[in-house]
């Protein structure tokens, strides 16, 4: 995986191949971030990073000048990457929190800009963390909750939906917080 765009742009990371992940393509990456520069100043965002996995979208978040990233993955191995990785590349507004995405937009009241949510493919739920996220408040206003799922997943009915993004298999669900 590479980082796109930022101050270090062009920069490869290599994950140990032991991680239990699935990270997000780099065109996937790519189309994302096109999208949200539309939307935002990333130097001005604060980020939860869901499922977190390598660390892949909070390192192209941090890169491109995010004032807060909150990474939360479950797994230990890829919290501990994500922290080592983070300090080699000097991303000090990077907090990795090793535990449950469910749990924890359950039981968060910090506001973020963007949230990003990248579950394993096989995990069900998914509408959970839909759920918890616009119940508990989670988005500042105009903020941005964006789902990467398997084409299983339709959010469209959703009163916060806003758009729905196909990339080969990638799928991305925008939802927004239109306060």
């Known amino acids: 995986m590479r ?38 100043f990333f130097d001005k965002v604060t980020v939860l990073d869901l499922f977190a996995g390598t660390g892949n979208i909070s390192y192209e978040f941090a890169s491109r000048g995010a004032i807060s990233i909150t990474a939360v993955d479950n797994y230990q191995g890829c919290a ?20 449950d995405a469910f749990s924890f937009v359950e039981k968060s009241r910090q506001k973020f800009d963007i949230i990003f949510a990248d579950p394993p493919y ?25 789902l990467e799922h398997p084409r299983e997943y339709d959010f469209t009915q959703h009163p916060n939906f806003y758009e729905h993004r196909k990339y080969g298999k990638l799928n991305f669900s925008f939802l927004v917080n239109f306060e």
């Open 122 to 146: 096989d995990l069900t739920g998914l509408e959970k963390i839909v759920t918890h996220v616009f119940n508990n408040q989670l988005l500042k206003p105009s903020g941005w909750l964006v």
């Open 80 to 99: 501990d990457f994500i922290r080592r990785t983070a300090e080699k590349l000097e991303y000090d507004q990077i907090t990795v929190i090793r535990g």
């Open 3 to 40: 980082i796109i765009q930022g101050k270090n742009k062009g920069k490869q990371i290599q994950a140990p191949a032991s991680l239990p992940v699935r990270p997000t393509t780099d065109l996937g990456k790519e189309s994302l971030f096109n999208i949200l520069n539309n939307y935002f």
